[in-house]
């Protein structure tokens, strides 16, 4: 019981640690959106480099999307989560990594 209260606190304080992340990165990409709406001009290349930025969210919440899913799918077909194996397939290396430190989180 222990060990799953340990995981389920893990679980949540990466995702909010993750969903902070994406907040910022949103709110980064509306100052540029409206910087370069008030301008008029299209954007530097300051900018643009900023702009892909959108990408990476996007695949963000994707990947955290079907982290998800997967963790419900176990669940529902076993009773158990595998989280290690619910990272199989997010494409996001760095997320990946992040979310498989879930066993070895300790909070702050």
Do not use: C, W
């Not at 959106?33 to 994707?62: C, W, Y």
């Not at 955290?64 to 799918?73: D, H, P, T, V």
Request: a negative charge; hydrophobic letters at 35%.
């Amino acid at each position: 019981m222990e060990e799953q209260r340990n995981t389920i606190s893990g679980l949540s304080a990466i995702s909010a640690r993750e969903m902070r992340q994406l907040y910022s990165k949103v709110q980064a990409l509306e100052d540029v959106v409206h910087d370069i709406f008030d301008r008029g001009t299209k954007p530097n290349r300051q900018e643009t480099q900023s702009l892909q930025d959108f990408d990476l969210v996007m695949q963000t919440l994707a990947g955290m999307a079907g982290f998800y899913e997967r963790i419900e799918a176990q669940v529902l077909d076993t009773g158990e989560a595998d989280l290690h194996a619910a990272t199989d397939t997010v494409t996001l290396q760095k997320l990946r990594e992040r979310l498989r430190e879930i066993g070895n989180f300790v909070p702050s």
